[in-house]
């Protein structure tokens, strides 16, 4: 990029590329957008400096843009020289957000300055380095496993997380508006400390804080490296550390207050006290278990979308509802895909119930139709009536057990099979997955055995997860698996596939796989008690309440 205009979109919506000159006509979008990212667009939020500064509540931007700059100035993060020959400066931006209570209201305004990173090298995109974020899914299992021992959860921030790794190489940044240091006009920030935005910062900050946990007797989890252990004389301590956030579990006080002390000596930390929010999720602790919701969220999407008071529905999707691409005019694309986009954290963090529904949807984003508007009418209906729903772990039973489904009378038009799993521990689901096969299925048996093959994968990364967590049970048991086909079971037990058919072959090899290690067996479970049915299909009033009760989601208050 030769100009260092401004180029980055006024607020970066699901489904929309960044816009950068490529090589390639391809936009690469991550996978993994990280909490940040999906609300993004739910409060209003100013996007310029301006706009912020002429806002109503310009005197708070004013002061947390104030904070932002001395906290850089006090880290020395750059300091002023003439910009060597040949060299260029990449430009900043000012990422302006309102931090929310778990009720709603705002805890305090955040100015962030952030390089523009994604100007460093062509063909990278300003997400591809986000620090690794933990899975949301190990955050659930180790909520569950907090349910079960009765775990101390502790969480801190960082306070300035990036700024924290030093620099390797010589970047120079513009001076920032309304801080240019007078008499110095032509000069440029020469970058001592990493800034955020920069490709490496999430990166360094990272390795820094990995090797102070691991020289203090911690060891990582292999499959998931955002966790790590001890565990000394039957006290257990685990930390799960989300970009610059952190979750500190421990068996008492003593080791939680110690593990905080090692932070606070070495890094600018905020202790938060007993969690309560996490990514946007409440925490709440009761004599029975632990619960995980986004009521507050939810109401925030129905009132943002205007559906608010529209009327309540019993179930997510309409069974009788065949969705085809919509080959008419294209109908409010943007909002569509912000849409999704929210619909999609909340069916990732603690609605499993909407995730047939949410994944039905998001195969239109790209020309969604009326149609398919009064599908995510419908679904915002559900929410409505179950706004207070929330994931419900109890203090048993400590195992691991999974269901798996598949459902081959699609309501797509290309046929392909929908596969779903459900995994659940202590009571409450900590994994779900709802999702159109890739394969053509030539029956019903092979589609759930294309569905076995994903939920057995899943199992084994979750009994991974689990070997590298001191207080689950040694031996790790296999993880039972319940599914609605004997067919498909009798062949998964049989050693030999008589299937012509490469990519199935492949799958049953993979079950077979994981069946004898003694990572998962399989059983038969009725239709009717299958909890991974509603992410394979829509379903009726009744069901939806039985599996959603299945899975440990029912109303905060009970």
């Known amino acids: 990029g030769g100009s260092t205009s401004n180029t980055m979109p006024q607020s970066i919506r699901p489904n929309e590329p960044v816009l950068e000159p490529r090589k390639s006509k391809r936009t690469k979008i991550a996978k993994e957008f990280g909490p940040e990212f999906y609300t993004f667009n739910l409060e209003e939020e100013p996007s310029t400096l301006q706009e912020a500064l002429s806002s109503i509540d310009a005197d708070l931007w004013q002061e947390a843009i104030n904070d932002e700059m001395e906290s850089l100035e006090s880290n020395n993060t750059w300091h002023l020289v003439d910009l060597p020959p040949g ?6 931006k000012w990422i302006l957000k309102k931090k929310l209570k778990p009720d709603g209201t705002i805890e305090k305004y955040k100015a962030r300055l952030v390089a523009k990173g994604y100007r460093q090298k062509e063909n990278v995109d300003f997400f591809d380095t986000y620090s690794p974020v933990t899975r949301i899914t190990s955050i659930r299992v180790l909520i569950a496993l907090a349910s079960i021992h009765n775990l101390i959860v502790h969480q801190m921030d960082v306070k300035t997380a990036f700024l924290n790794g030093e620099l390797e190489e010589e970047i120079y940044m513009d001076q920032p508006e309304g801080f240019i240091v007078q008499g110095q006009e032509n000069k440029v920030c020469k970058l001592d400390k990493s800034l955020y935005g920069l490709k490496q910062a999430p990166k360094q900050w990272h390795e820094k804080f990995d090797s102070l946990i691991i020289s203090n007797g911690f060891k990582i989890n292999e499959s998931d490296k955002c966790i790590y252990y001890k565990f000394e004389n039957d006290i257990c301590t685990i930390i799960c550390l ?11 006080t003593h080791v939680v207050d110690s593990v905080k002390n090692l932070l606070n000596t070495n890094f600018n930390m905020k202790d938060l006290g007993e969690a309560s929010v996490i990514l946007g999720i409440k925490i709440t602790r009761s004599e029975n278990g632990i619960s995980l919701d986004q009521s507050h969220y939810i109401e925030k999407i129905l009132r943002k979308y205007n559906y608010f008071d529209c009327k309540p529905a019993c179930t997510p999707y309409d069974p009788s509802v065949k969705l085809f691409k919509n080959t008419g005019d294209s109908v409010r694309q943007t909002e569509y895909a912000s849409v999704i986009g929210s619909l999609r954290y909340a069916t990732d963090c603690t609605r499993p119930d909407i995730a047939y529904a949410v994944g039905v949807l998001c195969r239109f984003t790209s020309r969604p ?18 706004i207070n729903f929330g994931l419900h772990y109890q203090k048993f039973p400590a195992v691991l057990e999974g269901y798996s489904d598949a ?3 699609t309501l797509s038009d290309d046929s392909k099979a929908t596969s779903g799993y459900i995994f659940s521990i202590a009571g409450g689901a900590v994994s779900w997955k709802s999702k159109k096969q890739t394969i053509l299925a030539q029956s019903t048996m092979e589609s759930e055995m294309i569905a076995l093959a994903t939920a ?6 979750l009994r991974n997860l689990l070997a590298d967590i001191p207080l689950w049970d040694r031996p790790i048991p296999a993880v039972l698996i319940h599914c609605d086909s004997t067919a498909a079971i009798a062949k998964v037990q049989n050693r030999f596939f008589n299937g012509k058919r490469r990519q199935i072959r492949r799958k049953h090899s993979t079950v077979r796989e994981f069946l004898s290690n003694g990572a998962v067996r399989v059983d038969y479970v009725r ?3 299958n909890i991974a049915d509603p992410l394979t299909k829509g379903l009726a009033r009744e069901k939806v309440l039985k599996t959603s009760k299945g899975m440990g989601l ?4 009970s």
Do not use: Q
Not at 554 to 557: G, N, Q
């Open 87 to 92: 060299c260029k400066t990449i430009g900043y």
């Open 242 to 252: 989300y970009v610059d956030d952190l979750l500190i579990f421990g068996s008492n």
């Open 369 to 386: 139709g009326l149609e398919h508007w009064t599908a995510v009418e419908r679904v915002m209906r559900y929410l409505k009536r179950t």
């Open 407 to 409: 459902d081959w009378n």
């Open 456 to 461: 057995s994968e899943e199992a084994g990364w």
């Open 527 to 529: 239709s009717d008690d």
């Open 554 to 557: 029912k109303p905060m208050d």
